[in-house]
């Protein structure tokens, strides 16, 4: 069973950073991808970032580019997925969710409509 597990959201004035991580378990070995997304109020839920398994290519949002960095650590059977969030503006504050798919990539895992794996979400305030 696999279970996706965020932590790191809170406040943060404008212009600051913020870290948040993920620790995805019960992956069977194999070719996945795994990423952020997040909804703001009243919009639909967007991918922010992904990273495929293996390559370790990455996709990111135009809207975040330059400013967010994704990474992950495998450690046996989990991986630690995180992203670094720098110069944070008031339109990223949203629920992020880190999310998950087998058999994909960063790009189309971003994109996707039917993700099969989500994480509980956790809270991104950025104002001052």
């Known amino acids: 069973q696999v279970q996706l597990v965020e932590s790191g959201g809170g406040l943060v004035q404008p212009g600051g950073s913020l870290r948040l991580s993920c620790a995805a378990s019960g992956f069977t070995l194999g070719y996945y991808a795994i990423g952020w997304f997040r909804q703001a109020p009243g919009k639909e839920r967007e991918g922010v970032s992904c990273?495929?398994?293996?390559?370790?290519?990455?996709?990111?949002a135009d809207s975040v580019k330059g400013r967010f960095t994704i990474s992950r650590d495998n450690l046996k059977n989990t991986v630690y997925l995180q992203m670094q969030m720098n110069s944070l503006k008031p339109e990223d504050t949203a629920v992020y969710y880190c999310?998950?798919?087998?058999?994909?990539?960063?790009?189309?895992?971003?994109?996707?409509?039917?993700?099969?794996?989500w994480g509980q979400g956790t809270q991104v305030t950025v104002s001052s």
């Open positions: 990273i495929s398994s293996g390559s370790g290519r990455t996709y990111y």
């Open positions: 999310a998950a798919a087998p058999g994909t990539t960063a790009q189309t895992l971003c994109s996707m409509a039917g993700v099969p794996y």
